[in-house]
């Protein structure tokens, strides 16, 4: 069964600063990746999604994250941290198991604040 | 394009009572999820449809909790009768295809308190 770990519960920035948000994820199969943003009292929104093309995937607002197996992590960055940034933020991970047999399963998330 | 909408945004019930939950998905999505999200948590898969045909209820706690998608587009989730544990956020979700790499939309959520 695939799982994701997102270290850090809560992180901090100042605004203008660069943004890191660590995601490490477990799979016996080449995984497929996602980040999703959610604001409070709303529903999760795509940030970018990692399928096997590139390595190095962008997304909507700036943010982007890179997929090393190495390290089976799937960090997301942004260089400069706006306070409309601040929301929490979830890694999921899924594999392609053929056909519709498939779960996508999520981090606990990472809360991200940006200070003025 | 509308997004995945549900109702009520709020519930709150006394334990022992029945809840429902309601969703509608964004138009042409085929397959729609369930998910429940507690408090601190990412989302847990509930239950999966494809069209009308539910193909993943293997989290569902049966016991309590129903679902159903007539007509391959709203979907409701029952919970009877609803417990202090049940109290989270559940989320309905869409994608346009079933498969694992297709984007999930989710709706704003249901927040249900247990008393």
């Known amino acids: 069964a695939q799982s994701v770990t997102q270290l850090g519960s809560h992180v901090s920035v100042s605004e203008g600063a660069l943004v890191l948000l660590r995601c490490n994820y477990s799979?016996?199969?080449?995984?497929?990746l996602f980040w999703y943003v959610q604001y409070p009292n709303q529903g999760l929104q795509l940030l970018l999604k990692?399928?096997?093309?590139?390595?190095l995937v962008k997304g909507i607002n700036g943010f982007e994250a890179e997929f090393k197996k190495s390290e089976t992590s799937f960090h997301l960055t942004k260089p400069s941290a706006h306070m409309s940034d601040a929301a929490e933020y979830f890694c999921?991970?899924?594999?392609?198991?053929?056909?519709?047999?498939?779960?996508?399963?999520f981090g606990k998330g990472t809360l991200l604040t940006v200070n003025p | 394009e509308a997004g995945v909408v549900q109702s009520p945004r709020y519930k709150i019930i006394e334990k022992k009572q029945p809840v429902a939950f309601w969703c509608n998905p964004i138009?042409?999505?085929?397959?729609l999820y369930w998910y429940l999200q507690n408090l601190g948590q990412g989302p847990e898969l509930l239950i999966r449809?494809?069209?009308?045909?539910?193909?993943?209820d293997s989290q569902l706690p049966k016991d309590r909790f129903s679902a159903e998608r007539l007509k391959g587009v709203d979907s409701t989730l029952k919970i009877q009768p609803a417990e202090l544990g049940d109290s989270a956020v559940y989320l309905c979700?869409?994608?346009?295809?079933?498969?694992?790499?297709?984007?999930?939309?989710f709706g704003p959520g249901t927040r249900l308190t247990v008393l």
């Open positions: 138009s042409g999505h085929n397959t």
């Open positions: 979700a869409s994608s346009r295809g079933g498969t694992s790499t297709d984007t999930q939309y």
């Open positions: 799979s016996s199969v080449p995984p497929y």
């Open positions: 990692y399928t096997s093309a590139a390595t």
């Open positions: 449809y494809e069209n009308e045909e539910a193909v993943d």
């Open positions: 999921a991970v899924t594999v392609n198991s053929g056909g519709s047999n498939y779960k996508l399963t």
